[in-house]
């Protein structure tokens, strides 16, 4: 099962909210965690984020809020997750705290890194338009389908 980061769930939980509301609407970082009863400092911080990589824009002041900038279609899962994550290793044999301990010896290592690069893969063509508004499931492509 896929993990997701907390500040990547905010991410998505804001963006779904965003593009669920009129175009023109601003839509402040406390509406938002109010409405869904989330902590504001990390989902302000993952806001500003997101305005930093043009995913949303910013308006300041008394009145000011969020609105979407880019169009949901354009964006990949993985590109979000790269962006509040700031993380970009495909490396599965890699952690914060260094390369596994098993490393050298893993007879599971070419396995689970073919793994992680077709959910890697599966994860840049899924665009957050399609994860969050569609209401079809989406589904993995079968074995078969990955070797092609």
Same mark, same amino acid.
């Given at each position: ?24 609407? $601003? ?5 938002? &965690?109010?409405?869904?009863?989330? #902590? ?6 993952? $806001? ?41 290793? %495909?490396? #599965? &044999? ?11 010896? &893993? ?7 073919? %793994? ?9 063509? %899924? ?5 969050? $508004? ?6 993995? #492509? ?7």
């Amino acid at each position: 099962m896929l993990k997701l980061n907390k500040r990547v769930e905010y991410a998505l939980i804001s963006l779904k909210f965003l593009a669920e509301c009129q175009a023109d609407k $601003l839509i402040s970082a406390r509406e938002i &965690c109010d409405r869904f009863h989330l #902590p504001f400092d990390p989902v302000a911080k993952v $806001l500003q984020q997101m305005n930093s990589a043009e995913i949303v824009h910013a308006i300041k002041g008394v009145k000011g809020g969020y609105i979407l900038k880019q169009d949901l279609s354009t964006l990949s899962f993985m590109s979000l997750s790269r962006i509040i994550e700031r993380q970009n290793g %495909l490396n #599965p &044999c890699e952690t914060h705290q260094g390369i596994c301990e098993h490393a050298i010896d &893993c007879n599971i290592q070419a396995p689970v890194k073919n %793994l992680n690069r077709m959910v890697h893969d599966y994860l840049e063509g %899924l665009s957050i338009k399609d994860l969050l $508004l569609t209401e079809k499931m989406n589904t993995l #492509p079968t074995h078969s389908e990955a070797q092609l």
